[in-house]
């Protein structure tokens, strides 16, 4: 088993250059590649043989989980993701109803300083399909967290009506002992296609909130994914809103809007417009700063919160910068794409 996992990371740096460059155009293929053979190792039944591996044994003063995004229709199955390393699993962003997102190509990759750029628009397919896929897996007993937000352009009473749909066709799952309400996608927007829903998202947290409170089973914990973009009143807003609600921690945090010219040298543009969250190196530093923030605001209140830490987690380095600054769990996605899953490997030794 070790041998095969071996040969399989070597062989992923190998044929990388060939995949960016065969992909350049829509880098979205390349992930979809990973997932036709995540789906055929599964088939076979080959996950432990292939992908299991001494350091799978270890366990990590954290627990490791993708980032939303990267299984977001859950078509790669919780064994597989479990042997390449990771303590739980992430399905989502999930919407109630089917959704295309953005017409393609929504992807821009910038592989000189491990970057990405996507603007998709929450394309999935739909809470319903999402569970049924999910509950045909079989006995896996990997924890799983629901990444969930309302179908775009809903609001209001609609929006609400949404999000209560997706819990309702999920909270019964087996494993699923965690909701991740995401408010911090930047690449959906209002009904007029000009406001950044999250703002709105942050006006209406405390009835989000409210409503996942008592759909959720009282043992599946809430997380709040937030921005990097985040100001301290946004911080302070978001925990004032937290702490009165079933709120057990957040998630720090999502893509950010600010492309900074080290790592995106040009931002990609749609009809004349800047557009899409930058991941990977491109959203460390505002990441970690924003995860500070909640720190020190969550140590001052003395709450019972616990800080998840996702955006360019690419390094041990950044891993043990993160725990100290209170984290108790590392979300990765980005940097797997330009390191490879030996990625996992080396931070489950730390």
Not at 42 to 54: G, P, T, Y
Not at 67 to 89: C, M
Not at 250 to 273: A, F, L
Request: net charge neutral; charged share 25%; glycine share 6%.
């Amino acid at each position: 088993m070790q041998v095969f996992r071996d040969n399989l990371d070597f062989f992923y740096d190998v044929i990388k250059p060939l995949i960016f460059k065969a992909t350049e155009k829509d880098p979205q293929v390349a992930h979809e590649l990973f997932t036709y053979f995540c789906k055929g190792v599964k088939v076979f039944h080959l996950e432990k043989i292939i992908l299991d591996n001494i350091d799978n044994l270890a366990k990590p003063p954290f627990e490791l989980s993708n980032a939303a995004g990267f299984n977001k229709n859950a078509d790669i199955p919780p064994t597989v993701l479990k042997y390449l390393g990771f303590d739980r699993v992430v399905f989502g962003t999930i919407t109630y109803d089917q959704w295309k997102g953005n017409s393609r190509p929504t992807i821009k990759r910038y592989a000189e300083t491990e970057s990405m750029v996507n603007w998709m628009g929450l394309p999935g397919d739909g809470a319903e399909v999402v569970a049924e896929r999910i509950e045909k897996y079989d006995n896996h007993k990997v924890p799983i967290t629901i990444n969930f937000m309302s179908t775009p352009q809903k609001q209001g009473d609609e929006l609400l009506k949404d999000l209560e749909g997706t819990i309702l066709a999920t909270r019964k799952l087996p494993h699923v002992d965690r909701y991740e309400l995401n408010i911090s996608c930047p690449n959906t927007h209002g009904k007029d296609g000009k406001a950044d829903v999250r703002r709105e998202n942050l006006r209406m947290l405390n009835t989000m909130l409210e409503l996942v409170d008592i759909k959720a089973h009282n043992n599946q914990d809430i997380y709040v994914k937030v921005s990097p973009d985040s100001s301290v009143a946004d911080v302070e807003d978001t925990i004032n809103i937290g702490k009165d609600r079933r709120v057990n921690g957040v998630v720090t945090c999502n893509t950010t809007t600010i492309h900074d010219r080290r790592y995106v040298p040009i931002s990609p543009q749609v009809d004349g417009k800047q557009v899409g969250g930058a991941s990977g190196d491109a959203v460390y530093e505002q990441s970690i700063a924003v995860q500070k923030m909640y720190e020190n605001k969550i140590k001052e209140l003395k709450l019972n919160w616990k800080i998840i830490a996702c955006g360019g987690n690419k390094s041990t380095q950044r891993v043990n910068e993160r725990l100290e600054h209170s984290a108790v769990g590392i979300q990765i996605y980005t940097p797997l794409i330009f390191s490879g899953t030996k990625l996992l490997r080396e931070l489950r030794r730390l």
